[in-house]
């Protein structure tokens, strides 16, 4: 059965960096053999040539006798060449090889008995006509220092291959290790333990980074199983109401009504609670769409100044109707990318909510400034729209059941609607990057803060 870490992409990366470690100690070695192999001849062929123009200078100065003692001197002295030979006519005078063929310039001599069985490489000249002298060394040295060099990296080859294999092991045997645990997690959570979570090893490294993006993953459907957990909860409960008036009331009908009117009156008032709870359920459908991103296609730039502007316009006349006054603070020019008819859904459900729910002469007003914060280059990368009103406010306690599916206060219960305002504004701001939340501000009433992200000049 083959060894699991073996099929691990980290020790398949390990093996891929030894094998071009490898290749790259080859490759080394093979450029290091050549340099050096070049580096010791020349080194052979400048000592020779040393060794030459020292007999000819001797020869110069007093004659062939001469020229034998720096011969015989060279070849009892340390560092010297390993081979003279000074030959005239074709017969040796002196030195340590036997006669050879009269070349000038650097010499190679192949093998023989006579020079140990190895190559000399040498420099050989003429002192006078038919006087011929050569000096050289065997090549077995040079042979030696390649044969040491390509143990080393013989040596550092296998070394690679041996540490690669080691680390490649070692790295996989962790990389198991957590994917295993991540695994093992996600099959817990599998099994319904939602609470669950990828452990997170704070190494800041890919497989960090891919844990914390299920996390996020998780918490997502975590939350989105609460939310249907909770609105299947709610609807149970929201609609029994209307749906037993909707059966009482054809139930009285049936026993009731006498007259062509009677069951005429009967079914419009029917068939508008009919229409009250398939506009519940279009509210909820609406939502689901937003939170699907489909409407995302469709985002643009938006200034969110000029959209508040007509936001004012709009529901200026509705708000003296309730007898509230609907003002518009500082609204500068913030550009973001978005849906208008979304958002004019969000900014409208905020401004209901505040006219509807508040007693008349409340003031409601709406602004936009910069997120406080970075303000890179002077343009604020986060703004905030705020809709306030001064009316009685939510206690604090209810502020994150605010924006539940189909929640309603006790006190909103006597009014028109089905709790899910806020809701889909909530589901608008999301699918604009946006954060909505209830704001903590002082004096009586209630804010409302979309703070949307600015995107950067491109």
Known sequence: MPIRFLKTEGFRLSAIYAGVFALSVVILGVFVLVITNQALRDQIVTFSASDVAAIRNGYASEGIHEAREVINQLMTGPGSSDFYLLQQDGKVVDGNLPAMPERIGTVDIAASPATGNHEVL????????????????????????????????????????????????????????????????????????????????????????????????????????????????DIAHDLRTPVTHLRHRLERARSDCTTAEDYRVALDAAIAKADEILGLFAALLRIAQIEGGARRAAFAPLDLGALLV????????????????????????????????????????????????TPAGTRISLSLAPAPGRVPDGVPDRVIVRVRDDGPGVPAEEHERLFRRLYRREASRSRPGNGLGLSLALAIAELHGARIEIADVAGPGLAVDVCFPVPGES
């Open 122 to 233: 040498g420099v050989g000249g003429f002192l006078a006509p038919g006087l011929y002298v050569f000096s050289g060394s065997g090549t077995n040295r040079l042979r030696a220092v390649q044969t040491h060099i390509l143990n080393v990296m013989l040596g550092l080859f296998a070394a690679a291959l041996v540490l690669a294999a080691a680390g490649g092991a070692l790295v996989s045997r962790s990389f198991l290790r957590r994917t295993d645990a991540m695994a093992k997690a996600c099959h817990d959570i599998m099994h319904g333990d939602l609470r669950l979570r990828i452990p997170v090893r704070g190494a800041r490294d890919e497989l960090d980074r891919l844990a914390q993006a299920i996390n996020q993953m998780l918490s997502r459907i975590a939350a989105l199983m609460e939310n249907l957990s909770q609105v299947s909860n």
């Open 310 to 357: 007509h936001m004012r316009e709009l529901f200026e006349p509705v708000a003296d109707d309730a007898g509230h006054v609907l003002t518009l603070g500082s609204a500068g020019e913030a550009v973001i990318r978005g849906d208008r008819q979304l958002l004019v859904q969000l900014f409208s459900n905020l401004i209901e909510n505040a006219i509807v729910h």
